[in-house]
């Protein structure tokens, strides 16, 4: 008779959603109106003026990615008084045309669960009498990760969190939420470009509802989102196996 060892991955824990994000797009008033939003959480309105007049507008978008000015939509009245929408054949083409919809009667936009590639700025132009911005808003996306989704107990993971746009005056932390378990924690944390990591070494189950990642302005958090992952530990399990002479 012999003995074999097989090891599946079980769950240490309870298994928990991997990024569980509880706050919904947050705006902020400043020259240009900052709203940052979780990727694929929530929707986001792009309110135009109470009073923008008979048009035409319209609303361009310039992404954080670098690509080149795209027109979006142009509004103006019809014979009865509602507002008619012409979307750009470009933006046809764009996935952020199968997310973005225009509120009923109105000149605003609404974004259903936005994803990061879609931040950037956005601004509603009067082209007639005169050319004139009658709103402008910048949108931040936030994308957090992690790797590997699944670790197990005693090895390393590294936690991202990326910003859309990292200006003078945005910063990215991540934060235990247990005070007490920072000084057992063994953690290193550095900033590349737009981008935050974490790296938590030898991961318990505590670890996956420990981080939190936060994103300030002017020093106040305006947004952040709970980095909750499942952890697995290795169990081996005894297969006997009878040996048979012949």
Avoid at 73 to 92: E, L, P
Wanted: aromatic letters at 12%; charged letters at 25%.
């Amino acid at each position: 008779m012999s003995l074999r060892f097989s090891c599946s991955k079980l769950p240490a824990g309870s298994m928990f959603s991997f990024f569980v994000f509880l706050l919904p797009p947050v705006f902020t008033q400043s020259n240009t109106n900052h709203i940052y939003f979780l990727d694929k959480r929530g929707d986001i309105s792009l309110k135009g003026p109470d009073n923008p007049g008979d048009g035409p507008v319209v609303w361009k978008w310039k992404p954080h990615s670098g690509q080149e000015i795209q027109q979006l939509v142009t509004f103006r009245r019809d014979r009865s008084g509602w507002w008619s929408a012409k979307w750009s054949r470009q933006f046809k083409t764009s996935e952020l045309f199968q997310r973005i919809i225009k509120d009923r009667n109105t000149i605003d936009l609404r974004i259903h669960y936005p994803r990061i590639q879609f931040a950037g700025l956005f601004t509603l132009t009067q082209t007639q009498p005169k050319n004139e911005i009658l709103k402008r808003y910048e949108i931040f996306g936030i994308k957090a990760e992690a790797s590997p989704q699944q670790p197990v107990v005693g090895s390393d993971i590294t936690l991202s969190c990326t910003i859309s746009r990292l200006s003078d005056t945005v910063s990215l932390h991540w934060k235990q939420r247990d005070s007490s378990q920072q000084n057992r924690r063994k953690t290193d944390g550095i900033r590349l470009n737009n981008t935050a990591y974490l790296i938590v070494k030898h991961v318990t189950v505590e670890d996956g509802k420990l981080y939190d990642c936060e994103v300030k302005e002017n020093g106040s958090i305006v947004i952040k989102g709970n980095a909750d992952f499942p952890v697995f530990q290795c169990k081996c399990n005894f297969l006997t196996v009878d040996i048979q002479s012949y």
